[in-house]
């Protein structure tokens, strides 16, 4: 859906695939190795922009060039990262869109509480390899103590290191989950969303997709909106813009969609105020 969006809107910008303009997609899946090669084959390419998707990718990209043009998404806090001097001007090579700011992980831990208020045991999966989880994490670090929970960090980078993590951590009760938004966990989503089922976690997860894949409940940015934007950027530099003219902008756009098939399934039921605020209610 995300590429689609991406895709149309730059054809509704005047570029048309195989046409007036190449596009090489590279995944790598969360795989740092490849992410590295992969960075290295496309700058080999000269293209005239790069679009890169997420904070692991980024990493690579810088090492490998300083002179073509990137166009990220789904990357958190670019500036205290290193990849660009400043949002307003970033200077560079590098601009885009940043995803979440990472206070928000207290959000997740604030709706957790709010629909699964029994529960005060919290794993938070986040993948140690991606820079930008520490920031998450200490987000739900500061929270905690106000919600009475205690936090369980599980580092995960693949379906075995998540699938024991998930089984050790519901060996206690009262337990739930909070998954961090990075490429292990979106490859992984379906057999999260399974072995959260399968073990009665209540969980909160950062995009729509999880929940319309049968999630709890998700709290994030409208990705495909994101990529409409970067769409946009890409063609202006395109049509000459510098990169680092361009100041990354945040995401304003925010959705709260809440599973209620899932919540019966383990047995919860959400006040009625709190579904009044959702922008989704998958029933």
Do not use: C
Not at 49 to 75: C, D, E, G, I, N
Not at 180 to 188: C, F, L
Not at 237 to 250: D, F, N, S, T, W
């Amino acid at each position: 859906m995300t590429l689609k969006a991406f895709e149309d809107r730059l054809q509704t910008l005047g570029w048309q695939r195989d046409r007036n303009i190449r596009i090489e997609y590279r995944s790598a899946r969360g795989d740092a190795q490849r992410l590295e090669s992969q960075a290295a084959e496309l700058v080999g390419m000269a293209p005239d922009v790069m679009f890169a998707v997420a904070t692991p990718a980024l990493v690579p990209l810088q090492r490998q060039t300083r002179s073509v043009p990137v166009v990220f998404v789904q990357v958190s806090d670019p500036v205290k990262l290193g990849f660009i001097a400043n949002l307003a001007r970033p200077g560079g090579n590098m601009t885009g869109f940043a995803n979440f700011e990472h206070p928000i992980g207290g959000k997740w831990l604030e709706l957790l509480k709010d629909t699964a208020p029994g529960r005060n045991r919290v794993a938070v999966l986040v993948d140690p390899d991606n820079p930008s989880q520490t920031a998450y994490l200490q987000a739900v670090e500061s929270a905690a103590p106000a919600f009475g929970v205690q936090l369980i960090r599980a580092d995960v980078r693949d379906a075995a290191e998540i699938e024991t993590a998930i089984v050790a951590f519901a060996q206690q009760p009262n337990g739930a989950l909070l998954v961090a938004p990075n490429a292990v966990t979106i490859a992984q989503r379906d057999f999260i969303i399974a072995l959260a089922a399968r073990h009665g976690l209540p969980a909160v997860y950062p995009y729509r997709f999880f929940a319309a894949s049968g999630g709890f409940i998700s709290y994030g940015i409208d990705l495909a909106d994101g990529y409409r934007q970067a769409a946009g950027y890409i063609d202006r530099i395109l049509r000459g813009a510098k990169p680092g003219e361009l100041p990354v902008q945040l995401s304003s756009k925010f959705e709260l969609v809440v599973n209620l098939k899932a919540a019966k399934a383990l047995g919860l039921s959400i006040p009625e105020a709190f579904l009044q605020h959702a922008d989704e209610v998958i029933e």
